[in-house]
């Protein structure tokens, strides 16, 4: 895992500290609060904070409701309804703040969901890490014939070996290259007294996309449900979606209830047109549909027969 | 203060339990969390829940920064440093949750805020209880003769009773008929038989602009200093400065140094065009300015003035 | 319709202008641009400006696929692609601005679709016109039963003609107390030159939630369907309902093959949770399934079964 | 200038067709619609549509303001009232979209603003174009010795020599790799029969931060100058910086009131704090404040003495 024995202490003070507290506090998520969890090679994530548990965001909803709501009793019921129909205000009252450590082009991918606090390590600044990641030779995917977006076979043989030599050797030659440009040591004097060394602005921009860099990442819990159906899923890229099934994990430890009800309604559910409806409407009345007279593209017909079951 | 026993009895509740964590706590702050704090004549403002402290601003910053700022070992003058410079995003890092509960007209500013997280209570789903805000008489002023915006003189004698006694009987006499209307007693049975009972969401329109609702209200730090350098200002309706003013007192007990950061430069800072630090620097070196040539509107010039204590 | 003769001729002379332009350009847009469609008994929305067209969708998404894309002849195939798969961004790129005039309790809702702009005319800085929504006696609902946010049958007889009337004269009666307190006639005197007259900002606040007021309300495509997905939904109140019906005729005169992509998956279609998918395929395979052993709640197994067209 | 002959042609296509419409125009930005303006050495800006011009703000303005402007006759005041006093909605009613073409690295910083819609070429999609950004000569900076973000002298000689041939040379020969790894030719065919192409998704990570991507951008105007206020600074890094002052130009060609208005106070103007305007004061009525007095930290010292020009 990617921590220096600084680092690792930094984090187990962290840990050791406890206060007392009035507000709501869930300790399975306690338990791991501060920790690193590896991802990917060099990656992590981690929770540093949090707000709310599963009755804040009944405790949000009543207000919304108010005295109406007297008689509903039952927590699940209520959070289950809420996320059945769209109600998404109360789940923004929860928050989450992520400490995570990534590669460039997946927080490339990641910024893009522009509802949630950011803080990233800055190169301009500060001078990135010697840290790459290098697939596994199980995640060296050839192209997909099918789907330009996606990935086909494994890679084999010589082509894997070629390919992981390549981006070793390319990631390891371009860092060289960053460091002889800026010309500093680790005690930020010149390597060659003779060199003033380039700008740490300009200097990183000889560096891969693969580099690991670091953020500060806080979402309501709304908005990290919206990314996690997004970035959960089976067609986003396997090097985000392994960061989104870590965080996944976690929401399941902070909220158990709310994060059941978004598994059974929105990663699990599914999507129907308004002829898609129509289709099961008929299928289930007996009628033989096929494709050609089903209104729908050659394309939404695979996709629905997949969905039923029937393909 | 606008509360029953039975909800007096709830946030006592609240107030007596406590846990352990490992989060950030911030002693100050959990001494009056969940005790609403009076303003107007029925509202209040809550802390509901918190994330952050003064350290967490340092520590995301730092992220952003890296080891870079290995040398910087007093956070005053880091989170200075970031509120003098616009670096907010750091700000973004800590986020607060109040209960507020305000009247109508009020909630209507408020609510143009918007990167914040609500929850309202619902009068299409509940009813309303019977209360108005009516200005105490100090605070019944005439309109402004200078600004179309702003308040003059304080209202007095007959007008003063006259006024206080409309908004007070149409208050009440609104009520009564949306009771009417809505036709339900206190266990939801109808109080005529006879009628139906109009439905809620139709029977609240006739409720004044006065009348109190009540909200949760989930924002960030950045934003909550946003809507308090707007809220909290002299030329802020003094009906929602007096919330902001409220939220302002909690923020110096949450977070005292970013907070005193923010009272030095957004709250008592100010703004100069280009012009008006062409004109201080003329008037530094020694000339007399005057507006004529000054090239500043009649308007700009009285305020540039003002700001520097020559009006 | 809620228009003076001054407006009506400002609109006209705004719609005689015209200009050449090398945007793109929607002429069964344009056609309506500016007119004001009524909606309730005071209210109108109108389209005041737009950016885009259908292909402005497809171009922001080519550039996202690059040249990958060069053989999707079909812009109607793309769009309805990316309507299904949820990639929203690229109908971020067409905006519309409304002018919209509307009850204050309707635009109580509204505005809680943050992702907006919006302007509205200030009760602080101006003086409202008498001008309230009163529902036409068909709109007269009681209280639903069934559904505590929703309504019921048509009220009738006196108890219809009682609500009209307090409705009306409530409304009556706090206007005129609004202008006495005001104390301003139509060129800005004291009515009464013995007082001061109120602060507008104070004075509004007797007025009740029925009042109209006005904004402009600028929006991107996508945000827009959510809005209307929301909005012209049955079960959203009927007085915000009717304005997105208006709204959504305007966007299928803007963007045919956006709007038909949009209607037929978000407004015709419906989400399937993990269990509703499995209970479809048990169904299509013959199996007798009943709710008992479906893993529904009864309220999700009546929802399932509505939309099967099986209740 | 980085288009070939088909996107030239593509381009004067869009600029030779023209239309009718009602909306507003502005003549001096529709002379450059479609026009890629250069920056940097392969990068381009070019405005690809707008909504408003000048008046639209007053417009919206004025529905806030309603009635009560009808006196303000004149735009321009009116305008740089509303700039002068944050009333920033107005400025969100005008909208304008970029078509950019620009550094990954550059984009990183960018994308940080978050209000506003992006689609971005897709490398999980599409194969990127070989051309990166190579600092001009003058533009190969040493790091700052006073600011760790910043940059100091221009490198000269050998080092200025061996700086450019290794950003020129890894850049080339990771795009080298980066086809090898495809595997494709120009006509989307393998190259070497025998192996099968890693996926675009992961080939694109061997790439440095230096080559193009591009994209769509669209923001509302407040966003857009608050964008110019902070990335056209001096202290914002030169590669954006250009960008940034390109769009500004375009700015001033759309919208030239409220561009010199924003030019006047938010890029010419400078925020004193509470105590930078007590010195100014004291200043003001001959006192001789030192640093030592001052109640400021030396820096900030610095800061004010050079705003005032007495450094």
Known sequence: ????????????????????????????????????????????????????????????????????????????????????????TPFEMCEIKFHVKLPVFVARQWIRHRTANVNEYSAR?????????????????????????????????????RVLALLRDDAAQCYDHYEEML???????????????????LARMNLPLNIYTQWYWKVDLHNLLHFLSLRADPHAQYEIRVYAEAMLEMTRRWLPIACEAFEDYAVGGAHLSRNGIEIVRRMLAGE????????????????????????
Chains 1, 2, 3, 4 share one sequence.
């Open 125 to 161: 600044y500060s001078i990135l890490d010697r840290e790459f990641y290098i697939p596994a030779p199980e995640q060296l995917a050839a192209q997909s014939v099918a789907n330009r977006q996606g990935r086909g076979d494994v890679l084999q043989g010589e082509e894997a070996v």
């Open 183 to 201: 010309n500093e040591d680790a005690d930020g004097n010149p390597r060659d007294p003779e060199r003033q060394g380039l700008a740490r602005e």
């Open 1 to 88: 895992m990617p921590l220096t024995p600084e680092q690792q202490a930094e984090i187990e003070q962290h840990r050791a500290a406890s206060s007392q507290t009035r507000r709501a506090t869930v300790p399975a998520l306690e338990e791991i609060l501060y920790e690193p969890i590896p991802v990917l090679d060099h990656g992590f994530v981690r929770v540093i904070d949090y707000m709310g548990d599963d009755a804040a965001i009944v405790q949000a909803a009543r207000v919304s409701y108010g005295k109406g709501t007297k008689k509903i009793t039952n927590d699940r019921g209520l959070i289950r309804y809420l996320m059945r129909h769209r109600h998404t």
């Open 288 to 311: 033989d549909v096929a494709q050609a007279d089903s209104g729908l593209s050659k394309r939404e017909w695979i996709e629905l027969m997949e969905l039923l079951g029937r393909s």
